[in-house]
């Protein structure tokens, strides 16, 4: 009886929403939207799962949309102000021309017709990291070697190089010098430890490689090229809204909502972190001093906000807490306890302040480093008590890259080369493992949801986990698309998981209940390293950054 209850319950909501969603739809052609269109080519007709994207003149914010089944699409009205509008597409393989348009009170209506391209080298530019590491030839592990360069950048910049195996070498070799936050703008060096000598052999194995693959004996590449299918389905009926940050080479790494509704995000490569009020568009930078100088990479991190409202900053390689009052805009710095010649090439990654309310205790992380610096830390900054973690003689591994709390302010570690998961007691700092089912991944970086459980992205075993402290069980599930690499993942607190990562372009959701994948092509090249979901509403929505871009993005489903 139960069960078959709950089967009318489930259909009935099915009903509605599908009824609702077309409602909103059949709306959208009518009066009520902005902007309406057909997508059209000469190869395929109508065009499903093209985005299109509108940007309203001197306005930093631009708004998304997907081409369904018959190739249409439709701005709300409320989405598009009167205005000259630039109109951009997403479609591998096409290309529109410079294009624009006039909205005013009445619909607009504007059909595209995309040229196709016809360039290998061209839809190269086009695809993104994923489809380029399914394309190229090699191992498994050569690939994942390779995908370890869009920590800074594009594989077009590999792939379109000319450098031979001896010069790949030298330029592999240099690229282990720059700091895991460097950019083409910020190449930031990590500290000097000497000249060079010649390249390991792992280097220029590593160089031969890449030579192999780049055009440096070609013009073309010699491989054929492999591209993702378009969206299809509930993965075009969604509306994205992309902000872009006022300095060109911001580099939005993690994303926090405040109480207030504004979006706090963390600058990966400089000494800054800002305020995005999401309704207008509004942004208000924060420079950061900086605690060491010299050649010491800049840029930070995680952001959290604590119950107060106090914002918090993890200062990366200036190896600092930084905490800030909206309220007063007082700002302070928290320096690790430990000497300069400790320090090394540690990062301050993570920091979670957001149950230090219950006993003054925040949880941070320092990955990369040895010695005294490296590792978990559990601080009182009032005290300005610092206590390092550390195991019996014979534990497992517990050198963390991300450090999540709990509602009891107990801490969870992870790592993504660790298959191990541990719990360490806020109160007796005791700690406990618990095995992935799944060997030789672990997660990279997770949330805790409301009933304290972990939701985490297995960014090595292209899954998504959560571990129910309950019955002490990790459950996973494998991503359709290779090598989407989840960087993270967070549950919504009523049906689905997020998550995202630096090489597919693609915000999951997973229905918790069904075990369904949406998958959402977002706008363009998006390298993420955190999500955020914003939980209100019937439906949940997702917040990234473009860690290689001054653009937040917001991805609003519109199908359950």
Known sequence: MTKTTFLAVTTVVAIIST???????????????????????????????????????????SIWVVTNAQGQYSFPRERLVPGTYSIKIRAVGYELPKTSVDVTAQTAQLDLKPNRVTSPTKVAMQMSNGELLMSVPGTQEQKLQLGGCVNCHTLQRVLFSRFDADEMALVVQRMTRHTNNSSILHPWMRPSEGPLGPPASGQVNFGKYLSSINLSATDTFEFPLKTLPRPKGKATQVIYTVYDLPRPDASPHDEVFDAQGNVWYSDFNSQF?????????????YSVPQARLGQIAQGGLQIDVDKEGRIYYGNMSQMQIVRFDPKTEKMETFKVPVPES????????????????????????????????????????????????????????AQAYDVVADSHNNMYGMQMNNDKLWFTDGKTLQTIWYDFPTKGSGCRRGHIDSQDRVWCGKFNGNALAMFDPKTKKITEWNVPTPWTRPYDAQFDDKTYLWGAGMDNDLAVRLNFQTGEFTEFLLPHETNVRHVEVEKTGPLSKFWVGNQHGNTLIRVEPLAP
Request: a negative charge; proline letters at 5%; zero cysteines.
């Open 342 to 397: 400790e320090l090394g090439d540690g990062h301050l990654t993570m920091i979670d302040p957001s149950q230090q309310h219950l006993d003054s205790f925040l949880w941070m992380n320092v990955a990369f480093a040895t010695g005294e610096a490296g590792g978990t830390w559990h601080v009182n900054l009032a005290t300005n008590t610092w206590t390092h973690m550390t195991y019996p003689p014979g534990s497992p591994r």
């Open 19 to 61: 009824l609702a969603l077309a409602g909103f739809l059949t709306a959208q052609t009518s009066s009520s939207a902005a902007l309406t269109g057909k997508v059209t080519s000469q190869a395929e007709g109508p065009m499903e799962g093209v985005l299109v994207g509108a940007k309203k003149a001197g306005s930093t914010i």
């Open 273 to 285: 972190f800002g305020k995005l009020d999401p309704k207008t568009g509004k942004v208000v930078e």
